[in-house]
């Protein structure tokens, strides 16, 4: 599976942005996941959506971040709101089925937030 994301950009505070990821194949049987990263740091989890729909957020983004499935187009979405400078970082798509494992990644796309 080859994850595609879009719909990073310059933001300013207070902003919204949605993310979008389009995966090559069916992703009905993945957990579907966005993850962030910042130069010299980790990369970690901001949002996820297993295949029957439960999610699970980072604390800083609960309530301002959704993360949502669309199978029959084979997409993720992360709905961004209230974006602050700290939510800057690149952003990745992560697809991982436990049997395998498989574990794929789209190349990332950038979020700046200017405050």
């Known amino acids: 599976v080859q994850l595609q994301a879009s719909g990073g950009g310059l933001v300013q505070a207070g902003g919204s942005l949605r993310l979008s990821c389009a995966a090559s194949?069916?992703?009905?049987?993945?957990?579907m996941g966005w993850y962030r990263q910042t130069p010299g740091n980790q990369r970690e989890l901001v949002a996820s959506v297993t295949l029957v729909g439960t999610t699970n957020y980072a604390d800083s983004v609960k309530d301002r971040f959704t993360i949502s499935r669309d199978d029959a187009k084979n997409t993720v979405y992360l709905q961004m709101n209230s974006l602050n400078p700290d939510d800057t970082a690149v952003y990745f798509c992560n697809a991982f089925l436990m049997i395998g494992p498989y574990n794929y990644w789209g190349q990332g796309t950038l979020v700046t937030v200017s405050s």
């Open positions: 194949g069916s992703i009905s049987k993945f957990r």
